[in-house]
């Protein structure tokens, strides 16, 4: 046994910014979130980095690659031992296609505040308009 408390697993989720819009993806499952919104990311895998984690998620569910920036909004615990992060990725090469998702969406502030977020991400939303609105 060991005194030191185990880290949380981390799921990354990126926000990526493109001219005064944000990328949003439509899930497809499961199916209580399918055709609800999200920042495309996923689990951190064993030995990975959350920002190693990042660039392979949006490669998969994109097709596009990125460099991980800083973090953005709160920590978002999933369940015990899981956390949830948002991380400012920034498009290296690639236009975003919809590999794992129904649909993107490049969204401005008023839209954001209109899509159907996933409850989880919906934490993120007054840090993600701010930055929409200072772009
Ligand atoms: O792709 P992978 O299986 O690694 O991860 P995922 O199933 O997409 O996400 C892991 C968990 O994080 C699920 O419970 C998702 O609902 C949640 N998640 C979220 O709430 N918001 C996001 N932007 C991304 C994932």
């Known amino acids: 046994m060991s005194d030191v408390p185990a880290r949380d697993r981390e799921v990354v989720a990126g926000a990526i910014f493109r001219g005064g819009r944000l990328l949003l993806a439509q899930r497809t499952s499961p199916p209580a979130l399918a055709g609800r919104w999200e920042l495309p990311g996923g689990k951190v895998e064993e030995f990975e980095t959350p920002q190693a984690a990042l660039a392979r998620e949006l490669r998969e569910e994109l097709a596009v690659e990125v460099r991980c920036g800083t973090r953005i ?11 949830l992060r948002a991380y400012r990725a920034e498009l290296v090469s690639g236009e975003p296609v919809a ?26 939303i007054p840090e993600l308009l701010e930055e929409l609105r200072a772009l």
């Open 73 to 83: 909004g709160v920590d978002v615990q999933l369940s015990a031992g899981l956390v």
């Open 99 to 124: 590999l794992d998702h129904a649909q993107l969406a490049w969204v401005d502030a008023e839209e954001l505040l209109s899509m159907d977020l996933v409850d989880n991400d919906r934490a993120w």
